[in-house]
């Protein structure tokens, strides 16, 4: 009896011993998982992010969307993120080499501000995301037909556009000078985004009467002959957002202030530069707002392919205070003085 009794107890023993075996191994086994889990979110937490930017060229409105990107990304990001900006000189074979540098670094993420930056970038890569910034229309840019434009690019691309609308400058040039007769447009021949502002503002100034003529410059050695030209036959000249028209603003405002030929630009940048008055998107925040889409495809993985392209949404009457004040202009109660800027 003592000895059954004996076995018994062994038995309980040993079962107890493999319990408690199995609940320890069950805990090793749930604290292997959390600590799986814990090292991924670790490891998420650590990840950092290389981004290249292009810039097609130095001027006022393509630095402030340049910025705008940048802040925005580094609020969110911190030390996460590190950002090659890339200046193109104005040289889309530049733009090219740039674009395939990126690629070869093989970056996360490419900016890409102004419409040959794009261009070159979507030429370079199919796989790394592109955010573009500072382009008038996306699918003139990457020869997509109208017919198929959805709001997005179905392809690695995604982005802000700089586009104001064009009928409300049409009017404010009418507003400003409604006897005028004979309208020039001068932009550079070889940017998509100028040819398809200049399509669409004849329209309507044409439904105003006006006569508009275009005169063309291929790069910025031969904006003085242009514009002089254009102030020979004009009675009022119309930028659009051009670049190499933002670029060559005080060359162009040499030759117009001496001929009184006042300017309507397409934005505050040419019309600090040159313009009476404007219509104008701010570059700074439609940068800030790409680098939020930036960060939505970094972090977030979303697709940029999927993403609608976004507008602007505030527009401001502005007008050149320096300028009015030289060609006489009277300018209504509901336009704001361009601010100068803080390094001026």
């Known amino acids: ?124 890569t199919s796989d790394i995301p592109i955010v573009a910034t500072s382009i008038t229309d996306y699918a003139s ?57 200049v399509k669409e503002i004849t329209k309507y100034l044409e439904e105003y009467g006006y006569k508009v003529s275009e005169y063309t410059f291929s790069d910025s050695s031969d904006v003085s002959t242009v514009v002089q030209t254009a102030c020979d036959s004009s009675d009022v000249i119309y930028v659009p957002t051009d670049n190499v028209a933002a670029n060559c603003g005080q060359t162009i405002n040499n030759i117009a202030l001496t001929a009184k030929v006042p300017i309507i630009a397409g934005e505050e940048g040419i019309c600090k530069d040159c313009g009476v008055a404007t219509l104008s998107i701010s570059y700074y925040d439609i940068g800030r707002a790409a680098g939020e889409m930036a960060y939505e ?23 050149n205070e320096e300028i009015v004040k030289t060609l006489g202009v009277d300018i209504p109660k509901d336009y704001e003085a361009i601010k100068a800027d803080k390094d001026e």
């Open 297 to 319: 495809i970094l972090v977030n993985g979303a697709d940029p392919a999927k993403m609608d392209i976004q507008y602007a949404t505030e527009f401001t009457k502005e007008y």
């Open 1 to 124: 009896m003592k000895k059954f009794l004996s076995m018994i107890t062994l038995s309980a023993l040993a079962l107890s011993l493999i319990a408690c075996g199995t609940d320890s191994a069950a805990k090793r086994e749930g604290n292997s998982d959390s600590a799986s889990s814990e090292q991924t979110e670790a490891k998420a937490d650590d990840k950092t992010y290389n981004v290249g930017v292009i810039q097609l060229m130095q001027h006022k409105a393509l630095d402030a969307a340049t910025k705008g990107f940048e802040d925005a990304l580094k609020e969110k990001l911190g030390d996460k993120v590190t950002i090659t900006v890339e200046n193109a000189s104005g040289d889309s074979t530049t733009c090219a080499t740039l674009a395939n540098s990126f690629v070869s670094d093989n970056v996360d993420l490419i900016m890409a501000n102004a419409t040959p930056a794009l261009q070159a970038s979507q030429t370079a």
């Open 141 to 197: 840019a990457l020869g997509i037909d109208l017919k198929d434009w959805t709001g997005s690019t179905g392809i690695n691309v995604t982005g802000t556009s700089d586009l104001a609308p064009l009928d409300e400058q049409a009017d404010m040039l009418h507003e400003l000078y409604p006897d005028a007769k004979e309208v020039g447009i001068i932009y550079c021949s070889g940017e998509d985004n100028s040819i398809f502002q």
